[in-house]
């Protein structure tokens, strides 16, 4: 069965800091990967998947993630976060032998104070 | 486009009464999906839809059914609420369902049972 992991409930950063929001997952085959932010009282947004090809993906409001297949993961990172980056973010997978239904992660809850 | 709206955004039940939580989205998406959002425990798909007509089984589905006459709308019936079924409830879309597809949530529904 699928799965995914975020091992942290919460994140606290300052902001300017680099901040890192940690996923690891389990798939057989091939993994298609997830970020998406929900803020205070709204649904989920997408920030950026990872399909095939370059490991680094770019996504938006300036958050990047690395695909490392060896370490099954897909960590969300920004090189200088911000107050407004405060969310919950989700890290989710697709894979074929979970017939491509989506799996979340119980999500990381991101501070960043100022 | 208003992308996946929702209503209503709140809602109060007693234990036994049914409803009606409504969706609707304006891409001409032909996935649609319903999930649920526990705290500590991500999004839980309960029910989708890979076009008209057609749905299915997501990971908790007891107690709760859908239908699909069109492309647009994808209700969700609470048939016998239970305070179990507290929760926040997030309709989501995409294309066509495809494993690299972006899903794209609606504001959410927060139903309190008593």
């Known amino acids: 069965a699928q799965s995914v992991a975020q091992p942290e409930d919460q994140v606290n950063v300052a902001e300017g800091n680099p901040l890192t929001v940690k996923c690891t997952y389990s798939v057989s085959g091939n993994p298609y990967l997830f970020w998406y932010v929900q803020y205070p009282n709204r649904g989920l947004q997408f920030l950026l998947k990872y399909i095939t090809g370059d490991n680094l993906v770019k996504g938006s409001y300036g958050f990047e993630a690395e695909f490392n297949k060896s370490q099954t993961s897909f960590h969300l990172k920004k090189p200088s976060a911000l107050v407004s980056d405060s969310a919950l973010y989700f890290c989710?997978?697709?894979?074929?032998?979970?017939?491509?239904?989506?799996?979340f992660g119980a999500g990381t809850r991101l501070f960043v104070k100022a | 486009n208003a992308g996946v709206t929702q209503t209503p955004k709140f809602q109060v039940l007693k234990t036994g009464q049914s409803m009606t939580l409504q969706c609707a989205q304006d891409?001409?998406?032909?996935?649609m999906s319903w999930y649920r959002q526990d705290p500590g425990m991500g999004l839980r798909l309960i029910h989708y839809?890979?076009?008209?007509?057609?749905?299915d089984q997501g990971e908790v589905p007891n107690g709760y059914n859908v239908s699909r006459s069109t492309t647009e709308d994808f209700p969700l019936r609470l048939l016998s609420a239970a305070p179990s079924q507290t929760s926040v409830y997030f309709c989501?879309?995409?294309?066509?369902?495809?494993?690299?597809?972006?899903?794209?949530f609606g504001p959410g529904t927060r139903l309190t049972v008593l």
């Open positions: 891409m001409n998406h032909e996935y």
């Open positions: 839809s890979v076009g008209a007509g057609i749905t």
């Open positions: 989710a997978v697709r894979a074929l032998t979970g017939g491509f239904k989506t799996i």
């Open positions: 989501a879309s995409s294309l066509q369902g495809g494993a690299t597809d972006t899903q794209y």
